[in-house]
């Protein structure tokens, strides 16, 4: 009876009513997804700079075609490295102080790939490109297991979309910066962003999770009631906290652990066939190389304006994700995002195909110098696929991957099996990244498109069978889907709990505001 009342109350309330109850978590999200603003900035670059980089008239730093492949490539190979390498910081000195110590090199590989410019010397380019690439790695389990560990199940879809929004945002600001200064004074500039980053975090508060994890607990009640809304009753929900913590412990983790265990391994997998699909749609193909795409696909608008008009549909749409995800759940709109991303790429792909043999069974006859127009009057069909394909992305697989990685792990797990995740993403990304010119030019353009389609509607099918929904639950029910034991059987037999926290306890998901202290109102 208590599981169903609480499913109804669940789908009944709108995510964010009981709206100063839920401002403090809003806060702490927009502070700690700057960290992927940060990450948007380092992948926009490269659509806006390489194309000054490589060309002709350029004054100073030259590169050529394969110089360019890898310094576009160099983020995502770097950030295999980063996300691994921030598990152990992550675990031992805090989610918050290692989101804002990431600020730190952030602001110096941007500092340097400007400088390089003035100095006239290409491998500090590589250097701070490097740096960025590998922060880029660190930012993302960091943020998303932030943001998780913070949220209350009511509001925790909307909230883990924030990432994917503030990556977005740094995408479209990277692109608007591009377009109008040059690529050295456009380092300087983004470059500067990363400190708000830093100062944020310095005023957010610590996860509960972490903070009970390393036995301060009063400072753990703290940070959950600013969290949660002066007036709230918290003790519910910080009794679930402490026996998830005690029951299983976080102590002695290792990889070795993850990978022998069912009930982590599932989760881990499913997570990973998520990014991998997120990432073989072609996506940061398209990000890293928008403003060639479109040169290359023959759209008559101006690459760089196509470029800004990308970021701000995806931007928008990621918003919109955020507004859904807790509405829908996730699994709908990954399917759908799934299906409709792999019309708009087959319809991309099918342009491209014509235009290409247009070009190469062309004569000098009247007949198809009138193609030939017609063609260059359907200059605006690539940007409206491309449109397509980008809405399409952002309100299922651009949030809700890294959204349902940060539900899906164990707490006591979830700093490893996150960063596990991550580099695996990013390893995907540097594979599409890097392989998107050479396939382009042996395959051709619309056999690429083709690919990533096949892709987009085998992951439609992956999602159906194996990913469960995760809209409404705790954290808790989650793992407790895949086989782990739940923190409420350990507290039904301890005679240390009183009663009316062993029945809380049930209904904790509750805790985001509506519990309210004795007397308050």
């Not at 499913?7 to 502070?31: D, E, G, H, L, Y």
């Not at 190979?77 to 921030?86: D, E, M, P, R, V």
């Amino acid at each position: 009876m208590g599981d169903c009342s609480t499913t109804k109350i669940r789908k009944t309330i709108p995510p964010f009513k009981n709206w100063p109850k839920v401002a403090p978590q809003i806060i702490c999200a927009a502070s700690a997804s700057w960290a992927m603003l940060c990450t948007g900035l380092v992948r926009g670059w490269s659509s806006s700079a390489v194309p000054q980089l490589t060309s002709a008239n350029n004054e100073t730093l030259h590169l050529e075609r394969e110089e360019a492949a890898w310094i576009t490539s160099l983020p995502p190979l770097c950030a295999i490295f980063g996300s691994l390498l921030i598990a152990y910081p992550m675990e031992m000195y805090g989610r918050r102080m290692t989101l804002a110590t990431i600020s730190i090199p952030y602001v110096l590989g941007f500092y340097l790939m400007g400088l390089s410019y003035y100095v006239d010397w290409a491998p500090l380019l590589f250097i701070g490109r490097t740096i960025t690439g590998l922060i880029t790695g660190a930012s993302a389990p960091t943020s998303q297991i932030y943001v998780s560990e913070c949220a209350s199940p009511r509001v925790r879809g909307a909230l883990g979309s924030f990432t994917s929004t503030f990556m977005s945002f740094g995408i479209l600001i990277a692109y608007i910066i591009g377009a109008v200064v040059e690529w050295q004074v456009m380092c300087f500039v983004i470059g500067s962003l990363p400190i708000v980053l830093g100062l944020a975090m310095l005023l957010m508060p610590e996860t509960p999770s972490w903070l009970v994890s390393h036995d301060q607990e009063s400072q753990a009640k703290v940070a959950l009631q600013q969290l949660r809304g002066k007036y709230t009753d918290i003790e519910p929900e910080f009794e679930r906290i402490k026996f998830n913590d005690n029951s299983h412990g976080s102590n002695n983790i290792r990889y070795i652990k993850i990978l022998t265990s069912c009930h982590l391994m599932k989760p881990l997998i499913i997570s990973m066939a998520l990014m991998f699909f997120q990432q073989f749609s072609g996506i940061n193909a398209i990000v890293f190389y928008s403003a060639s795409i479109f040169q290359e696909a023959g759209s008559t608008i101006d690459r760089f304006v196509s470029s800004i008009m990308i970021g701000v549909v995806q931007l928008i749409f990621t918003v919109i994700s955020a507004l859904l995800v807790d509405r829908f759940g996730r699994r709908v709109l990954l399917m759908t995002s799934g299906t409709f991303m792999a019309v708009s790429l087959s319809g991309l792909g099918a342009f491209v195909y014509v235009k290409k043999a247009w070009e190469e069974f062309s004569v000098a006859d009247e007949s198809t110098v009138e193609e030939q127009n017609l063609l260059a009057e359907l200059g605006w069909l690539p940007l409206l696929c491309l449109m397509s394909f980008i809405i399409s992305y952002s309100f299922g697989f651009g949030a809700v991957p890294q959204l349902v990685m940060g539900e899906l792990f164990p707490s006591e797990y979830r700093h490893r099996m996150g960063t596990i995740s991550v580099s695996f993403s990013v390893l995907c990304t540097f594979v599409v990244v890097r392989t998107f010119p050479l396939m382009a030019t042996t395959m051709g353009l619309a056999s690429v498109y083709g690919l990533y389609a096949t892709c987009c509607l085998t992951a439609v099918v992956f999602v159906g069978l194996f990913l469960p929904e995760t809209k409404g639950k705790t954290l808790e029910e989650i793992s407790s889907f895949f086989g782990q034991p739940q923190p409420n059987d350990v507290a039904a037999e301890d005679p240390c709990i009183p009663l009316e926290h062993k029945t809380e306890l049930q209904d904790s998901s509750l805790a985001d505001g509506f519990p309210m202290k004795p007397g308050m109102k």
